[in-house]
């Protein structure tokens, strides 16, 4: 095992991260190096609370040089850890409180119109993400980290799942690829995650391998809450296999990649997105017929708010119920875009208020004019009068 | 001399001198308690037949202007900081200065920027004895480790020019860039090859100033019209190959933000403004040229075009979104004292309902009324908070200097000032027990906009009234600052010595806060 190791990073445009570099000595006690920006303020803090996770850890002669660049304790005690265990083989870890908001559970059918991806590393971009109100926050552990990063972006998600208050967004994790990604449960099923995002999905079986193992960490870790799971179909094959990924166990809504979905198919994405009809219809249809969500791919386009709006105005023609973002900026945009328009609330109106006008007479037909109406579409109206009721921004 | 001596207390707690480089001074009343009753400054009365018969008051060099001037030890120097970070003509007579052997000159600068660096070595060899101006950058700093002779005096923009025309300052030698003037000294900043904008700090200099120097690259036929100086007030001109860098004028902040978090603030600041009742057909705003508060303009800029309402005037810092505004038809007239940027000067030069300002007009405390009174609302940045309101734009948490005051002192008397400011910045939280350094007191402070909530203050029962039910996130700024707090930990205090190195004087000439020296 090496003898010296780093976790985190450091630099100009960094922010709210710190490197940590440790080398373990034969003698010599600890020594630690502390280079901050708000050595001023938070020195002393950030000293005594590394003194204690390394007590922790039984490191008791190496030299640590703390390199910040004002990130918080959460930040700190993951890369302290990350660097940690690159040197020795603890099992042990180190973890703060978990803060009382971010123990909350949410429902199946929790409205999941934005989810923010924030890139699992990189701590500056969570700090703040919540405050944008999308639906859900995902950290993500897949395309956003590097490969060689991969193993401390699972302990700082793990510590941004119990430290980051993330304003009531659902807290989302998208795990790597299985089979890497069973490996990301063990990080992130212990310490309240809402639920998981499943990538590159082709197949009910690897939801199945999912759920079994949350189950059994679930188990010996004696928890009681739901984590829901959200496949992303990014392929061909995936597309086919969609009705069976959306029945299987904890599948809350189903979302699209198309970035993959087009390379598979050989094709170029286009602004029109003819090459992608089919299989977006496809999720939509396998998704209703699932009962579940169907959520749209994220649109890249950072700058171009009109653009991104015609697209919604699209997707939500075309069944769905949700996109991802990339960008804070692009949440409004879609909460608005997936609002009911005027036509349908008042439509919705109408057959809600039959529908309780003929259950205050008793009667065990509802009719609207001519028309009879059956109860899931009472339903789906109360649904659509619920979506306008939170609006176009949360 | 002592730099400082006598400290009192003065009404607003804070300890300050009564004393200040060797002159009285007198501490801070309250808002609006101190109301002086003597009369202003009482300039030189020069005879124009002493005065070349051609108007021609060229001289070759501006040595030559500055021994004419009569330069001695002990003057007061004064220039002005239209080309801002580009400015050539401070350095150049601090210099000349120093050749000439001069010793303990007070600078007076409207403001300084990091470009004046090089003065330090004349702080440091006695040629400079203080400045009396913003402090930022590397004079900052060094004026915050208590390197400076003199005690820094920080005054805002309306307080300088009163200081002049009350005649608290006598300005010996005015040294004035214009980037066009004629041979008798008419100028202006529009013209010639480097121009930078409206001339609205030079006013109070020119007109009380025992000699003026207009310094400038572009010599033109006369007259040079519009004259902002008038060759009337004008000693000598001095011709020279480069005076300034425009392209300089323009900070990295002259953008709007692309931070998610700063345009969520500005998005809080606008419509806090429409659910105040604030935006309505005929308003008067100031927006200042930083990322957030452009950023506010654009969503005000959007919302006017929505509701299709039309402001009467908008004050600048002009900049290019202010001159669209205008052209899209958004306002009647800019009032401009100040341009961030050369894209500007066309709509300043040849559209009249783009008016040029001076300080007296829009800031000064002692003129009968002014522009920024009239305001129906400002946007300003801050670097610190408090629980009670009050404001600190000038120095860091640390007590280190980082910025002048500017117009932020002046534009308190608006009818409704926003300070917008993130709640923290790199763990540091930016609401505090109590400010660093005293700028604003509370009670003029209306609204504080955050990325994670608005606070009234509670002085403002109209405002908090006229936004109950806005749906905004309006919140009590204790509750704010406990949750800064639990995200990122109490910083532990700043440790500043006792020894004085500024004072910040109020509007109306008081002495509102002492700056101490950094220990480190």
Known sequence: MARISSAGNYGKEIRSDCKVT??????????????SKVKEYFGDQIMSLAKKELEFFDIKNANILIEDRGALDYVITARIESAIKQVSDTKKKYLLPIIPENTNQTMKDYHRRSRLYLPGNTPKLALNAGIHKPDGIILDLEDSVAPAKKKEAAILVRNALRSVNFYGAERMVRINQLPMGLDDLDHIVPHNVNLILVPKCETAKQIEKVNSKIEKIKKEKKLKYNIWLMPIIESALGIINSYQIACSKNVVALAIGLEDYTADLGTQRTAEGKETFFARSQIVNSAHAAKIQPIDSVFSDVSNMEALKQNVLISKSLGFHGMGCIHPRQIPVIHTGYAPDQNEIEKAQKIVDAYEEAKKKGLGVVSLGSKMIDAPVVKKAQQTLDMAKIGGNK | MKKADKFVKNAAGRMVPTIVNGKKVIPFMGVNKYKPTHRGAAPRVPTCIDYPKNGNKIVKSLKEALIKSGLKDGMTISTHHHYRNGDYVANMVFDIAAELGMKNLR??????????????EHLKSGVVHHIEGSLNGPLGNFCSHGKMEGL?????????????????????????????????GNANGVMGKHPFGPMAFPKADVKNAERTIVVTDSLIDFPCYP???????????????????????????????????RLLIAEHCAKFVEAAGILKDGMNFQAGAGGTSLAFVSFIQQMMIEKDIKARSIIGGSTKFLVDMMEQGLTDYIFDGQSF???????????????????????????KGNLTVMMDVIVLGSTEVDVNFNANCVTHSDGRMLHGIGGFQNCMLAKCTILAVPSFRDRIPVIKDEVTTLVAPGELVDVIVTERGICINPLRKDLIKATKNSGLPIRDIKDLKKEVDQICGIPAKSKLSDEAVAVVEWIDGTILDTIRKVEK
């Open chain 1, 22 to 35: 440790i080398e373990l000595t034969k003698s010599g006690g600890l020594k630690i190096d502390l280079a």
């Open chain 2, 341 to 367: 940027g050369m894209d500007t000067i066309p709509s300043l030069r040849d559209n009249p309902n783009h008016i040029p300002i001076g300080v007296f007009d829009s800031y000064d405390f002692h003129a």
């Open chain 2, 152 to 184: 820094g005096y920080l005054r805002s923009h309306g307080g300088r020019y009163r200081a002049v025309a009350d005649g608290e300052i006598h300005i010996d030698i005015a040294v004035m860039a214009a980037s066009a003037a004629d041979m008798m």
């Open chain 2, 107 to 120: 600078w007076f600068p409207s403001a300084a920027f990091p470009c004046h660096a090089p003065i330090i």
């Open chain 2, 227 to 261: 004259w902002e100086i008038m060759g009337n007030d004008v000693d000598f001109v001095v011709v020279l190959d480069e005076i300034g860098d425009p392209q300089k004028i323009v900070s990295g902040t002259t953008r709007i933000t692309k931070s998610p978090d």
